[in-house]
């Protein structure tokens, strides 16, 4: 499931504690790191006197890695066996039976599908494994013609996904997916609730970029996240306090190749078939939901700048997006600053990266 995400990374010196002792009230914050979807999670624990009876630290390690192990086996394109991998192959046009989150995982991409008309589609899986996206990573330029071929199996009008009992059904036998748009926003979901039912209460959790914050940090104040300017100079232009909120960054300032001087982008439009050709560089979506925030900025991605603002308009969703060239870039937000508690001075750069304290 892997997705290259810009904007929201974390500080350098985050360490992993594996050792097996109980938390107390003298651990003011404990953190975890460890790999998974492809790239990395990273959480911030904090602990106040008002917090009791709380698991170890190696319990904690054990039901995150056993929860992403689990989310993986059902929704990663790169393990053969997975519940995706096994749906991708099926040639069939009768109902699937997956698991109850790879149902509501997909139920959403298809309700986001819905809402933006195509923007997000999850079977553009073929288009994104051509152009070099994929796991192959052969970066090769398909001809118009190639291009319609392969349209013909795809369209997310051709999946169709019941909750209950949890199944998929393609009306094209050979349409195939990708989660990758929105699986790990919800993975951060789903260890946010898991550390809630564990006791904690304040806590900050992200896997690749995709952020989701509860209560406050080790200072008692809303969590500081940096968003990085997309200027292939890894400044850090803005940062936004938050607390309750999930946050996902989409880009294409990094995920490209060039060819015979022209640059394409690792967002594929669903309509065209193509790298999208628009100014849009980054997007950060906020949302009570970091799986509708991760899905939402890949589908704004799709948009573009003009497209996006008349629907977060219409749609009351908080984003801030860049968008232009490196020499006339331009920033645009519907966050309300006062509310939001978006700083605009320059946040301080930490060994060149975003950072969230």
Request: with cysteine; aromatic share 8%.
């Amino acid at each position: 499931m892997l997705k290259k995400r810009q904007g929201l990374f974390l500080l350098a010196t985050v360490l992993l504690l594996l050792v097996s002792c109980n938390i107390s009230s003298n651990d003011k914050v404990v953190r975890f790191q460890g790999a998974t979807m492809g790239t990395r999670y990273h959480i911030n624990l904090v602990v106040t006197p008002r917090d009791k009876s709380l698991p170890s630290k190696a319990r904690i390690k054990d039901t995150i890695d056993g929860l992403l192990l689990s989310l993986n086996q059902q929704m990663s394109t790169y393990i053969a066996d997975s519940e995706i991998s096994r749906f991708n192959q099926y040639k069939k046009t009768d109902w699937f039976p997956v698991s109850r989150d790879f149902a509501l995982v997909a139920s959403a991409a298809q309700g986001v599908s819905q809402a933006s008309k195509g923007a997000l589609d999850i079977t553009i899986a073929p288009l994104i494994e051509r152009w070099g996206f994929g796991a192959k990573a052969q970066f090769e330029i398909p001809d118009a013609v190639e291009i319609k071929a392969i349209q013909k199996n795809t369209g997310f009008t051709k999946l169709a996904v019941r909750e209950n009992p949890p199944a998929l059904k393609k009306s094209n036998k050979n349409i195939q997916i990708d989660l990758s748009a929105i699986a790990k926003g919800f993975a951060v979901d789903k260890i946010i609730q898991a550390l809630q039912a564990m006791g904690f209460s304040n806590a900050l959790v992200e896997i690749g970029g995709e952020i989701r914050n509860i209560g406050f940090n080790q200072q008692g104040k809303p969590w500081r996240i940096g968003i990085e300017t997309p200027d292939h100079a890894t400044t850090v232009s803005d940062s936004l306090l938050t607390s309750n909120t999930s946050l996902a960054t989409s880009g294409n300032y990094r995920n490209f190749f060039v060819k015979d001087g022209v640059s394409y982008s690792h967002t594929i439009s669903p309509v065209t078939g193509s790298p999208v050709k628009h100014g849009m560089r980054s997007i950060t979506v906020m949302h009570d939901s970091a799986m509708l925030a991760d899905a939402y900025a890949t589908a704004f991605m799709v948009m573009g700048p003009e497209k996006t603002k008349q629907f977060v308009r219409q749609n009351q969703i908080r984003v801030s997006f860049y968008y232009g060239s490196d020499s006339k870039l331009k920033h645009w937000q519907s966050i309300d600053k006062t509310k939001e508690k978006w700083l605009g001075e320059k946040c301080q750069k930490v060994g060149g990266c975003t950072y969230f304290e």
